[in-house]
């Protein structure tokens, strides 16, 4: 993000020579704790008895859901949630398409929606019947905390709030707002170049199947197939049930940014004017690190590589190599990305400080 300058944070371990296939979940817990393991245990203990509210905060694309998700697995157990917005809103027009579910929510909104609007008008909101508006603010945090009335003590990592300018002010009393526990609230701020964004939408495929995505270009699967007819390579999905389905584009990624452009506008404005806030403690996830200081920060195997393919046409082979994959940040910097499961390492170990563990 252009004139924003997030500490370098080191994931590198003296003495630590092991290297780690970050891919396979199974690898990552051994990684997490040879990285972060007196501190997850000191997560682990403190989330017995407490929680926390945490608030991800980034553009979109940035990693917020894949970052909260890595955390619970690093974690374990069943000691905190992750919340998108997003999919709040979806699952409450999902839910009322049965009748009991909906009783509950419409029951729910009755005692706790604070507003101007009827019940009826918010269903009808929910429900997409109600075009005039865009959902307000206030309904937002009624369902969130419908949402989060259904985790109770539990930690939270609430994505994807605020997303409007008009958002802000209710974002510093959010967890007041939703009636959370007294426990302590945080901003999770995850910077990262618009160029590794459009990288990551315009080689982005999914399994038509169990909707798994991965990336052609950054996030290969063990098998890749070539197409002789048209001349392109594609991936094939891992998950035993999808029977190796090849993974395709959606729609409209091979455009990159440019359609979300102006969301991205907004979310760094967003972004910086929370930056300003002052009485909340605050995280900084970094996504890239200058070329120059990879060496001293980070090991090899935890930063992106692009992938590469070559095809034998006799033996009718794909071969996959690796190499690093540099782009240009913000300002201009050559810089290399940082793989999720490192970025999570500096989370908890900020999350540790800021709980004053």
């Known amino acids: 993000m252009k004139d924003v300058d997030f500490p370098l944070f080191k994931t590198k371990v003296p003495g630590l020579t092991?290297?780690?296939?970050?891919?396979?979940?199974?690898?990552?817990?051994?990684?997490?704790?040879?990285?972060?393991?007196?501190?997850?245990?000191?997560?682990?203990?403190?989330?017995?008895?407490?929680?926390?509210?945490?608030?991800?905060?980034?553009?979109?694309?940035?990693?917020?859901?894949?970052?909260?998700k890595l955390f619970l697995e690093a974690i374990g157990g069943t000691g905190v949630s992750h919340v998108s917005v997003g999919d709040v809103v979806r699952d409450a027009h999902a839910g009322l398409d049965t009748l009991s579910t909906k009783n509950e929510l419409i029951d729910f909104l009755k005692k706790n929606y604070r507003g101007f609007h009827t019940v009826d008008e918010l269903i009808g909101h929910i429900e997409g019947r109600d075009t005039s508006s865009l959902i307000s603010t206030e309904l937002i945090i009624a369902l969130l905390k419908y949402e989060i009335s259904k985790r109770p003590r539990q930690a939270i990592f609430i994505d994807g709030f605020p997303r409007g300018f008009d958002q802000i002010p209710h974002s510093m009393f959010l967890k007041e707002l939703i009636g959370y526990r007294d426990d302590p609230d945080f901003l999770v701020f995850i910077d990262l170049p618009e160029t590794i964004i459009d990288e990551r939408i315009k080689y982005r495929v999914?399994?038509?199947?169990?909707?798994?995505?991965?990336?052609?270009?950054?996030?290969?699967?063990?098998?890749?197939?070539?197409?002789?007819?048209?001349?392109?390579?594609?991936?094939?999905?891992?998950?035993?049930?999808?029977?190796?389905?090849?993974?395709?584009?959606?729609?409209?990624?091979?455009?990159?940014?440019?359609?979300?452009?102006?969301?991205?506008?907004?979310?760094?404005?967003?972004?910086?004017?929370?930056?300003?806030?002052?009485?909340?403690?605050?995280?900084?996830?970094?996504?890239?690190?200058?070329?120059?200081?990879?060496?001293?920060?980070?090991?090899?195997?935890?930063?992106?590589?692009?992938y590469e393919y070559k095809y034998d046409a006799q033996t009718k082979k794909v071969t996959v190599s690796q190499k690093p994959w540099i782009v240009q940040d913000d300002n201009g910097v050559p810089s290399a990305s940082l793989l999720p499961p490192a970025i999570v390492v500096s989370l908890v170990k900020q999350i540790v400080d800021v709980l004053g563990l």
């Open 18 to 68: 092991e290297t780690y296939d970050l891919s396979d979940p199974e690898v990552r817990l051994k990684y997490f704790s040879a990285k972060v393991g007196p501190e997850l245990e000191k997560l682990r203990a403190y989330l017995k008895g407490k929680t926390f509210v945490a608030y991800m905060l980034g553009k979109k694309n940035s990693g917020k859901g894949t970052y909260s």
């Open 206 to 306: 999914i399994c038509p199947i169990c909707k798994t995505p991965r990336s052609t270009k950054l996030l290969a699967t063990k098998e890749v197939g070539y197409d002789e007819t048209t001349k392109q390579f594609y991936l094939m999905c891992e998950t035993p049930s999808c029977a190796k389905a090849r993974l395709v584009p959606k729609e409209g990624d091979e455009l990159g940014i440019d359609p979300i452009r102006e969301r991205l506008e907004t979310d760094e404005k967003i972004f910086k004017q929370l930056l300003k806030l002052q009485g909340l403690p605050k995280v900084y996830l970094r996504n890239s690190i200058p070329v120059s200081a990879a060496a001293e920060t980070a090991d090899d195997y935890e930063l992106t590589p692009e």
